[in-house]
């Protein structure tokens, strides 16, 4: 049953040869069995879950059923639910039972979805690695001594490993994307302002965007049909009618130009990653896409636009978390300003600390020109590169990650070398435009992933262009063996 996708086990549902309760025992299990070894998941609402698909068996057997009923899902622990321990990876959270549901675990959950639990993630998504969370460290399910990537990589490890046949993630500079290359699933950012970010935590805001993680490109259109959409509660949301991503999927290839850029395929990138993004490219060549060279300039400015952008909202979001309203507060205050500090100073982590300090820094006043002005100039140049390359070509194709998942600790005393792992990835963020992962592959035993970029509002495209992929490759039916 495992090896299953989202899409097949709706099928089974409907057709009622499986109960939801069933199919949702048997995940609850699995998760009991083996995540002692992954520590993929925060929370487990094992109790809950069996309700919820309960009410979707009712749903099914009275024909009041819609694509998603009853097929279980999880949550990166980023999104609030009601009810339910929202830690966002953070100490300063671990106390926190959300009083609302974010807008995408209600979309998901009005679809009928059951949701089988929370999944760990880096502090308040900060991190490429996911052992920055107060949870401890997620072990990637294809060797337990490497990482799985981050932010999201609780929601990929638990993909990839089959304790649920998807998961939600969000993605700030490249966190969908990148731990679903490492462990090699399916990952989509999609553009900003698609799916709402309202009742997800937030980290920087004008990055930040929530998406699927799955097994197979037909699983993250049937997920995002269900998340995306304008939501009056999140000003940011697209009022935008949302495709019927399933529609197009299989839309032939022919005549479609896809862009490599230089830069993405020169100094840092590991040679058997760039073999597999290579080989990949040339099934795309075979199915009748044209190829074609683009350059974008600015990508070697990306990183260093991001690490001033990306703490300067982090600054700004995170300083409600005070000790006063809700989440962690010190014991014995002497005072405001000794609340404030200790709070602050006990919940947060180091990697959040780090970002909090850049941040006030940059935005202070007299560095706001120097550093923040000019990052958003540098972004604008950025963004800018994107779309000239999109009058040549209809997607852009490239690796996800510079190199397979890295050992745990390898980069930890490190964050420039940490912050490097999401080199072509987040200028696409910076762009606001949509990005895939997809597998593509394995280099020394390691999943690498293909990534494709769209311009804004190009879901359809991307989705089209992985699921034709997905039917003449099985890289993304692979599972880590001993996860059975
Ligand atoms: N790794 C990047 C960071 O640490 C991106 C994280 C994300 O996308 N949430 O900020």
């Keep these: 049953m495992k090896e299953k996708t989202l899409t097949e086990l709706a099928l089974l549902l409907q057709q009622r040869e499986l109960s939801s309760v069933e199919l949702t025992q048997y995940y609850l299990d699995r998760i009991q069995r083996l995540d002692t070894t992954l520590n993929s998941f925060i929370s487990v609402t094992g109790e809950e879950a069996l309700k919820q698909a309960a009410v979707a068996d009712q749903k099914i057997a009275v024909g009041e059923a819609g694509p998603l009923t009853g097929v279980p899902i999880a949550h990166k622990d980023i999104f609030c639910t009601q009810g339910v321990r929202?830690?966002?990876?953070?100490?300063?959270?671990?106390?926190?039972?959300?009083?609302?549901?974010?807008?995408?675990?209600?979309?998901?959950?009005?679809?009928?979805?059951?949701m089988l639990g929370k999944t760990n993630m880096d502090e308040f998504a900060m991190g490429s690695s996911n052992e920055n969370s107060f949870y401890g460290a997620v072990s990637n399910p294809w060797n337990r001594e490497y990482v799985p990537g981050g932010s999201s990589g609780g929601?990929?490890?638990a993909v990839a490993a089959r304790l649920t046949p998807a998961a939600t993630g969000t993605d700030t500079g490249g966190s969908i994307r990148q731990p679903a290359a490492l462990c090699g699933v399916t990952g989509l950012k999609p553009t900003y302002g698609r799916v709402s970010r309202w009742g997800m935590i937030a980290f920087a805001s004008s990055l930040d965007q929530g998406g699927p993680l799955t097994q197979s490109a037909e699983d993250a259109a049937l997920m995002l049909s269900a998340m995306a959409g304008f939501d009056p509660k999140d000003s940011t949301s697209m009022e935008r009618e949302v495709p019927d991503y399933s529609a197009t999927l299989n839309n032939p290839l022919?005549?479609?130009?896809?862009?490599?850029?230089?830069?993405?395929f020169s100094e840092g990138l590991d040679g058997g990653v760039e073999n597999v993004v290579q080989e990949a490219i040339a099934e795309y060549r075979k199915m009748g896409a044209e190829v074609v060279d683009i350059d974008l300039p600015n990508t070697r400015l990306a990183v260093p636009t991001y690490y001033v952008v990306a703490p300067a909202e982090c600054s700004s979001n995170l300083s409600?978390?005070?000790?006063?309203?809700?989440?962690?507060?010190?014991?014995?205050p002497r005072d405001l300003e000794d609340l404030y500090k200790r709070s602050r100073g006990e919940g947060?982590?180091?990697?959040?600390?780090?970002?909090i300090m850049i941040g006030a820094y940059t935005l202070s006043a007299g560095y706001y020109d120097a550093y923040y002005l000019k990052a958003q100039r540098l972004r604008r140049l950025i963004s800018e590169d994107f779309q000239r390359a999109f009058e040549r070509v209809d997607v852009?194709?490239?690796?996800?990650?510079?190199?397979?998942?890295?050992?745990k600790g390898e980069k930890s005393d490190d964050p420039v070398n940490m912050y490097l792992s999401d080199i072509y990835t987040i200028a696409v963020s910076l762009a606001g435009l949509p990005g895939m992962s997809?597998?593509?592959?394995?280099?020394d035993g390691m999943p690498v992933g293909l990534q494709l970029i769209g311009n804004h509002f190009d879901e359809s495209r991307l989705l089209n262009l992985a699921h034709q992929y997905q039917q003449v490759s099985d890289w993304h039916r692979q599972a880590p063996e001993d996860m059975a």
């Design 86 to 114: 929202t830690s966002c990876g953070s100490k300063m959270l671990d106390n926190f039972i959300a009083p609302y549901n974010a807008t995408v675990v209600e979309k998901m959950s009005e679809a009928g979805v059951v």
């Design 155 to 157: 929601s990929a490890a």
């Design 254 to 264: 022919q005549g479609v130009r896809i862009g490599l850029p230089r830069e993405y």
């Design 320 to 332: 409600r978390f005070d000790g006063v309203r809700y989440g962690h507060r010190c014991d014995d």
């Design 348 to 355: 947060f982590g180091d990697e959040v600390k780090r970002r």
């Design 396 to 407: 852009i194709m490239g690796p996800v990650t510079p190199t397979t998942a890295f050992r």
């Design 438 to 443: 997809i597998p593509a592959g394995f280099s």
